[in-house]
Protein backbone atom coordinates (compact mmCIF):
# COMPACT_ATOMS: atom_id res chain seq x y z
CA UNK A 1 0.00 0.00 0.00
CA UNK A 2 1.01 3.47 -0.90
CA UNK A 3 -0.67 6.15 0.12
CA UNK A 4 -1.13 10.21 0.66
CA UNK A 5 -3.67 10.73 3.28
CA UNK A 6 -4.94 14.69 3.18
CA UNK A 7 -6.98 16.03 6.14
CA UNK A 8 -7.90 19.27 7.34
CA UNK A 9 -6.19 19.99 10.56
CA UNK A 10 -7.51 18.73 13.37
CA UNK A 11 -9.64 15.86 11.68
CA UNK A 12 -7.73 13.01 12.90
CA UNK A 13 -4.98 12.62 10.06
CA UNK A 14 -2.11 11.80 12.52
CA UNK A 15 -3.87 9.48 14.49
CA UNK A 16 -5.23 7.37 11.93
CA UNK A 17 -1.77 7.05 9.88
CA UNK A 18 -0.43 5.45 13.20
CA UNK A 19 -2.94 3.32 12.67
CA UNK A 20 -2.82 3.05 9.38
CA UNK A 21 1.40 2.10 10.02
CA UNK A 22 0.55 -0.36 12.65
CA UNK A 23 -2.43 -2.58 10.06
CA UNK A 24 -0.33 -2.52 7.23
CA UNK A 25 3.05 -2.74 8.62
CA UNK A 26 4.53 0.04 6.69
CA UNK A 27 5.83 3.59 7.83
CA UNK A 28 4.50 6.54 8.02
CA UNK A 29 6.49 9.19 6.25
CA UNK A 30 6.05 12.93 7.75
CA UNK A 31 7.83 15.43 5.14
CA UNK A 32 8.76 17.63 8.16
CA UNK A 33 10.66 14.74 9.72
CA UNK A 34 12.84 14.16 6.48
CA UNK A 35 13.71 17.82 6.70
CA UNK A 36 14.86 17.80 10.17
CA UNK A 37 16.49 14.50 9.94
CA UNK A 38 18.22 15.17 6.58
CA UNK A 39 19.02 18.55 8.26
CA UNK A 40 20.40 17.19 11.54
CA UNK A 41 22.28 14.38 9.45
CA UNK A 42 24.28 17.20 7.49
CA UNK A 43 23.65 15.53 3.90
CA UNK A 44 23.56 17.35 1.15
CA UNK A 45 19.64 17.82 0.74
CA UNK A 46 19.53 19.11 4.46
CA UNK A 47 22.12 21.56 3.69
CA UNK A 48 20.05 23.29 1.17
CA UNK A 49 16.54 22.63 2.28
CA UNK A 50 18.21 24.70 5.46
CA UNK A 51 19.79 27.43 3.36
CA UNK A 52 16.04 28.00 2.70
CA UNK A 53 14.45 27.63 5.99
CA UNK A 54 16.99 30.03 7.14
CA UNK A 55 16.10 33.06 4.47
CA UNK A 56 12.36 32.46 5.73
CA UNK A 57 11.78 30.75 2.52
CA UNK A 58 9.56 27.33 1.44
CA UNK A 59 11.99 24.77 0.15
CA UNK A 60 10.87 24.52 -2.91
CA UNK A 61 9.08 20.94 -4.77
CA UNK A 62 11.94 19.77 -6.55
CA UNK A 63 14.10 19.96 -2.93
CA UNK A 64 11.17 18.13 -1.41
CA UNK A 65 10.37 15.38 -4.04
CA UNK A 66 14.54 14.57 -3.64
CA UNK A 67 14.45 14.26 -0.62
CA UNK A 68 11.08 12.37 -0.40
CA UNK A 69 12.52 10.26 -3.00
CA UNK A 70 15.62 9.71 -0.87
CA UNK A 71 13.59 8.41 2.26
CA UNK A 72 11.33 6.29 0.15
CA UNK A 73 14.22 4.09 -1.32
CA UNK A 74 15.05 3.03 2.07
CA UNK A 75 14.57 -0.67 3.20
CA UNK A 76 11.18 0.00 5.35
CA UNK A 77 9.42 1.49 2.36
CA UNK A 78 9.76 -1.62 0.46
CA UNK A 79 6.48 -2.96 1.37
CA UNK A 80 4.72 0.48 0.98
CA UNK A 81 4.43 3.74 3.14
CA UNK A 82 1.87 6.56 4.22
CA UNK A 83 2.52 9.73 3.07
CA UNK A 84 1.69 12.59 5.57
CA UNK A 85 2.22 16.25 4.76
CA UNK A 86 3.40 15.94 1.22
CA UNK A 87 1.80 16.76 -1.48
CA UNK A 88 0.19 19.73 0.15
CA UNK A 89 -0.51 22.04 -3.07
CA UNK A 90 -1.43 20.58 -6.84
CA UNK A 91 1.98 22.06 -7.80
CA UNK A 92 3.48 19.27 -5.80
CA UNK A 93 1.19 17.01 -6.59
CA UNK A 94 2.43 17.57 -10.60
CA UNK A 95 5.93 17.23 -9.50
CA UNK A 96 5.65 13.97 -7.82
CA UNK A 97 3.73 12.60 -10.45
CA UNK A 98 6.56 13.19 -12.64
CA UNK A 99 9.03 11.66 -9.52
CA UNK A 100 9.90 7.96 -9.79
CA UNK A 101 7.17 7.89 -7.06
CA UNK A 102 4.13 5.17 -7.45
CA UNK A 103 1.26 6.20 -5.06
CA UNK A 104 -1.38 3.13 -5.12
CA UNK A 105 -3.95 5.45 -3.25
CA UNK A 106 -5.28 8.67 -1.56
CA UNK A 107 -7.53 9.21 1.26
CA UNK A 108 -9.67 11.87 2.72
CA UNK A 109 -11.00 11.98 6.12
CA UNK A 110 -13.93 14.51 6.31
CA UNK A 111 -14.77 16.85 9.05
CA UNK A 112 -16.82 19.58 8.78
CA UNK A 113 -14.43 22.77 9.52
CA UNK A 114 -17.35 23.85 12.88
CA UNK A 115 -16.27 20.35 14.32
CA UNK A 116 -12.79 20.96 14.05
CA UNK A 117 -13.09 24.41 15.46
CA UNK A 118 -14.92 22.87 18.43
CA UNK A 119 -12.41 19.96 19.29
CA UNK A 120 -9.08 21.66 18.63
CA UNK A 121 -10.44 25.00 20.42
CA UNK A 122 -11.48 22.91 23.44
CA UNK A 123 -8.55 20.93 23.65
CA UNK A 124 -6.15 21.92 27.30
CA UNK A 125 -2.66 20.99 27.46
CA UNK A 126 -0.58 20.68 30.35
CA UNK A 127 2.53 22.82 30.57
CA UNK A 128 4.49 21.09 32.92
CA UNK A 129 4.20 17.28 30.98
CA UNK A 130 2.18 17.70 28.06
CA UNK A 131 -0.74 15.74 29.04
CA UNK A 132 -3.53 16.41 26.83
CA UNK A 133 -7.70 16.94 28.08
CA UNK A 134 -10.65 18.89 26.57
CA UNK A 135 -13.56 20.91 27.79
CA UNK A 136 -15.85 18.66 27.37
CA UNK A 137 -14.98 15.50 25.99
CA UNK A 138 -12.23 14.61 28.69
CA UNK A 139 -12.87 16.86 31.66
CA UNK A 140 -9.73 17.00 34.27
CA UNK A 141 -11.06 16.01 37.56
CA UNK A 142 -10.34 19.33 38.45
CA UNK A 143 -10.65 22.59 36.76
CA UNK A 144 -7.77 23.65 35.45
CA UNK A 145 -5.32 20.92 36.75
CA UNK A 146 -3.52 17.96 34.64
CA UNK A 147 -4.89 15.23 36.50
CA UNK A 148 -1.56 13.47 36.18
CA UNK A 149 1.05 15.99 37.75
CA UNK A 150 -0.77 18.99 38.91
CA UNK A 151 0.36 21.05 36.24
CA UNK A 152 -1.60 24.01 34.93
CA UNK A 153 -3.92 23.29 32.12
CA UNK A 154 -3.93 26.02 28.76
CA UNK A 155 -5.17 26.37 25.53
CA UNK A 156 -2.43 25.88 23.02
CA UNK A 157 -1.82 29.54 20.80
CA UNK A 158 -2.55 27.48 18.06
CA UNK A 159 -5.79 26.17 18.96
CA UNK A 160 -7.35 29.49 19.68
CA UNK A 161 -10.38 29.78 17.09
CA UNK A 162 -8.85 32.29 15.04
CA UNK A 163 -5.95 30.84 14.09
CA UNK A 164 -7.69 27.53 13.84
CA UNK A 165 -9.88 29.43 10.84
CA UNK A 166 -6.49 30.76 9.08
CA UNK A 167 -5.11 27.15 9.21
CA UNK A 168 -8.63 25.71 7.57
CA UNK A 169 -8.57 28.59 5.22
CA UNK A 170 -4.78 27.56 4.04
CA UNK A 171 -6.21 24.11 3.64
CA UNK A 172 -9.10 24.39 1.75
CA UNK A 173 -7.35 27.02 -0.63
CA UNK A 174 -4.34 24.97 -1.29
CA UNK A 175 -4.72 21.45 -0.19
CA UNK A 176 -8.35 20.38 -1.06
CA UNK A 177 -8.70 21.08 -4.19
CA UNK A 178 -6.09 17.82 -4.48
CA UNK A 179 -9.18 16.11 -3.48
CA UNK A 180 -10.45 16.55 -7.43
CA UNK A 181 -6.85 16.46 -8.61
CA UNK A 182 -6.62 12.29 -7.57
CA UNK A 183 -10.42 11.85 -8.22
CA UNK A 184 -10.03 12.39 -11.62
CA UNK A 185 -7.37 9.91 -11.25
CA UNK A 186 -9.57 7.18 -9.78
CA UNK A 187 -7.44 7.61 -6.99
CA UNK A 188 -9.32 9.09 -3.86
CA UNK A 189 -11.03 7.41 -1.08
CA UNK A 190 -13.15 9.47 1.25
CA UNK A 191 -13.77 8.19 5.00
CA UNK A 192 -16.24 10.45 6.97
CA UNK A 193 -14.67 11.08 10.62
CA UNK A 194 -16.68 9.74 13.36
CA UNK A 195 -17.02 11.72 16.91
CA UNK A 196 -14.95 7.68 18.19
CA UNK A 197 -11.82 7.50 17.07
CA UNK A 198 -12.07 3.73 16.42
CA UNK A 199 -15.39 4.33 14.14
CA UNK A 200 -13.61 6.72 12.17
CA UNK A 201 -10.67 4.00 11.73
CA UNK A 202 -13.87 1.51 10.64
CA UNK A 203 -14.42 3.99 8.17
CA UNK A 204 -10.89 4.37 7.00
CA UNK A 205 -10.34 0.80 6.88
CA UNK A 206 -13.27 0.23 4.55
CA UNK A 207 -12.91 3.24 2.17
CA UNK A 208 -9.50 1.68 1.48
CA UNK A 209 -10.55 -1.91 0.80
CA UNK A 210 -11.51 -1.59 -3.09
Do not use: W
Not at 2 to 16: F, R, S, V
Not at 105 to 118: H, S
Not at 161 to 174: A, G, M, N, S
Amino acid sequence: MKLIILAAPGAGKGTQAEMLSKHFNIPTISTGAILRKNIADGTELGEIAQQYINDGKFVPDDVMINIVSKRLNEDDCKEGFILDGFPRTIKQAEALDESDIDIDKVLTIEVDDEKIIERLSGRLECKACGSTFHKEHRKPKTEGVCDNCGGALTVREDDKPEVIKDRLDTYHTQTEPLKEFYANKGMLRTAIGQEEIAQTSAEVLKALED
